[in-house]
């Protein structure tokens, strides 16, 4: 069967959010912010727009884990954070963490992602 397409004013929306490190993760757990690439803060923006609910779940590159989820709180404005040492990132928005804990990829294979090829969430 076909894969669905997206579809705007859908009510939850979620996204896999990759860390190239832990202490970005740690930062945002004790601040109730995040941050990402420029390139992503559109996307981000107009789900947090749409949607009743948009949830973002953790990861760091290469740790085969989730480190938790969040619910995206605000929009992403322009102020930039100087608690991430990369320039490369774009502005702050607030997060209210759910849970914080390392969850092995493992126990998510049984989701798959149909806006990506049905590929497992990870």
């Not at 970005?24 to 690439?37: D, H, L």
């Not at 938790?68 to 929009?75: I, L, N």
């Not at 702050?92 to 989701?111: S, Y």
């Amino acid at each position: 069967s076909k894969s669905p397409s997206p579809r705007p004013n859908m009510p939850v929306q979620y996204f896999i959010m990759k860390s190239s490190n832990l202490q970005n993760i740690g930062i945002s757990q004790e601040k109730n912010i995040w941050s990402t690439m420029p390139n992503n803060e559109r996307k981000l923006n107009r789900a947090f727009r749409e949607s009743n609910t948009v949830y973002l779940v953790f990861s760091v590159q290469g740790s085969g884990h989730f480190q938790g989820f969040a619910r995206m709180a605000s929009e992403i404005g322009c102020e930039r954070s100087q608690d991430w040492g990369s320039d490369g990132f774009g502005g702050v928005f607030k997060v209210e963490w759910i849970r914080k804990e390392n969850i092995p990829f493992q126990f998510a294979h049984h989701l798959l992602n149909p806006w990506n090829d049905n590929k497992k969430v990870q």
